[in-house]
């Protein structure tokens, strides 16, 4: 099993930055994929960013050359850099690690950008 607990988030003006982070209760080293997803209100949660344990990210249209994702597999945390915010990136972020067979969700944590 895994806990995880994210943190970072805030309101913050568009085009500003924010860093998320996703605090793991064990080591994610051989965790096959974790990422950073996020619900809007009235919209489904869709995927943001994710890393596989070999390294290779993978990221939404929307937010690529924006977000970066990473990993600390020394301290068992995930990053989820975000610059040049927008608006529509007002959102709950959650993080999410993928085990086998397993699916494991944070609590989340709401990030706003104003206009």
């Known amino acids: 099993q895994v806990q995880l607990v994210e943190s970072g988030g805030g309101l913050v003006q568009a085009g500003g930055s924010l860093r998320l982070s996703c605090a793991a209760s064990?080591?994610?080293?051989?965790?096959?994929?974790m990422g950073w997803y996020r619900q809007a209100p009235g919209k489904q949660r869709e995927l943001v960013a994710s890393?596989?344990?070999?390294?290779?990210?993978g990221y939404a249209d929307s937010v690529k050359g924006r977000f970066t994702i990473s990993r600390d597999t020394a301290k068992n945390t995930v990053h989820l850099q975000m610059n040049s915010l927008k608006p529509e990136d007002t959102a709950v972020y959650y993080c999410n690690a993928q085990t086998i067979p397993n699916s494991y969700w944070g609590q989340g944590t709401q990030v706003t950008v104003s206009s």
């Open positions: 064990r080591s994610i080293f051989n965790i096959p994929a």
């Open positions: 890393v596989s344990s070999g390294g290779s990210t």
